[in-house]
Nanobody, 124 residues
Framework: QGHLVESGGGSVQAGGSLRLSCVGFGQNDNNLGWFRQAPGKEREAVAAIRRDGATYYADLFKDRFTISQDFAKSTLYLQMNSLKPEDTGMYYC????????????????????WGQGTQVTVSS
């Protein structure tokens, strides 16, 4: 497994876009995800992607965020559009060995490796 490092966070006005990147996942990290922790709230799942390209999204994000991967570059992305102030938070990427399936893709306990997070702040 790799060592994950997120980047791409920052401050943006509502309606703007950001693209987060996560580098460092290993050759066996076939299942990757993005999670968010908003201020004062528990961390929640945003999206996940399997090596074969299958993607999963939380309903809150599926119309605005897009997860993608470039295994050749060992990079995971999260394209975030139409950002809202409530999207503010720390965004984490994570990897797991356990195959992503619809019933458990959002289960944080199944992810083995986590990055340190990148802060996203959306102002109104």
């Amino acid at each position: 497994q790799g060592h994950l490092v997120e980047s791409g966070g920052g401050s943006v006005q509502a309606g703007g876009s950001l693209r987060l990147s996560c580098v460092g996942f290993g050759q066996n990290d076939n299942n990757l995800g993005w999670f968010r922790q908003a201020p004062g709230k528990e961390r929640e799942a945003v999206a996940a992607i399997r090596r074969d390209g299958a993607t999963y999204y939380a309903d809150l994000f599926k119309d605005r965020f897009t997860i993608s991967q470039d295994f050749a570059k060992s990079t995971l992305y999260l394209q975030m559009n139409s950002l809202k102030p409530e999207d503010t938070g720390m965004y984490y990427c994570a990897a797991r060995l356990f195959r992503l399936v619809p019933s458990n893709w959002a289960d944080q306990g199944l992810y083995n490796t986590w990055g340190q997070g990148t802060q996203v702040t959306v102002s109104s």
